[in-house]
């Protein structure tokens, strides 16, 4: 069955496209609170995973060239979601950036889990501390997904999963894994004593004295783990580096002393996690 009828837009200031609006300055949108947020949905594959895993799809925003190469999509988000078309150009005008993947959807953010909720039953948990890049961010759900997290712990300071950029590298996969946004409260301290409290041991990915090689066959020996991976120019923080319980490095040829924490993230999560 056919969706709601197509809309054709082609007014810049057509106020049902608010929610698509100059998205390189506000990428997640918020006209309402909590539960009733919006999200941006960038790209095909992206939103077929978020309808797989239940997201609610408010309208979409398609290029005039891409109509029939998303008519499954359409159909997917139920006839009373409005579908708007607009020529290229003005898409691109509209959104603040040039349009290459062809279609975006305005939708319901998911529910916001606590800690306790990620970590049921949870054994594999990657920990992120104050991680801004949102393509980093992306590329790591992505590899978290793909490589045994059960779930991720954001730190207070790390950027917005559910940002569009964010959403459309990590393929979707933001929505496949429980994560957590930890309060500022409970940061490193109390979440780092609930990790323990389920039993996971807790491993800083860090260049320190003592470190031990990821290859090191007495890491797999607890049954939980945690990963804790830090920003793009400080690491993890002294804190945090404290509290952990051991301290851990990829090793490294031709002199090079680190990898990006989006390729150490999924060559640990490949080691500590999948091959378990």
């Not at 949870?122 to 393509?135: G, I, K, N, Q, R």
């Amino acid at each position: 069955m056919e969706s709601v009828a197509i809309i054709n837009v082609s007014s810049l200031g057509d106020e049902r496209l608010s929610d698509y609006r100059d998205l390189t300055d506000h990428p997640l949108r918020t006209r309402f609170e909590d539960e009733h947020a919006l999200m941006i949905v960038e790209s095909k594959i992206a939103l077929e995973v978020a309808l797989d895993e239940g997201i609610e799809c408010v309208s979409m925003l398609i290029d005039e060239r891409r109509l029939d190469a998303c008519a499954y999509l359409r159909e997917r988000v139920g006839e009373t979601v409005p579908v708007y078309v607009m020529e290229h150009g003005a898409m691109s005008a509209l959104v603040g950036f040039k349009v290459i993947r062809g279609v975006l959807a305005a939708c319901r953010r998911p529910r916001s889990l606590s800690l306790a909720e990620v970590l049921e039953g949870a054994s594999h948990v990657c920990v992120v501390e104050d991680l801004v890049d949102v393509s980093n961010i992306g590329a790591l759900f992505r590899s978290a997904a793909a490589l045994g997290a059960d779930a991720l712990i954001l730190s207070p300071g790390c950027t917005n999963p559910l940002s569009r950029r964010a959403i459309r590298v990590s393929m979707g996969n933001v929505f496949k894994i429980g994560w957590t946004q930890i309060e500022k409260d409970l940061w490193p301290g109390a979440c780092i004593e609930a990790l323990r409290a389920h039993g996971f041991a807790c491993y800083a990915l860090a260049l320190e004295d003592g470190a031990v090689s990821l290859a090191d066959q007495d890491l797999k020996r607890p049954p939980k783990r945690a990963l804790f991976f830090g920003n793009e120019m400080d690491g993890l923080t002294r804190e945090v580096l404290d509290l952990c319980d051991r301290h851990v490095i990829i090793p490294m040829s031709c002199g090079v002393d680190s990898l990006n924490v989006a390729a150490s993230s999924a060559v640990a999560f490949w080691e500590l996690f999948a091959r378990s």
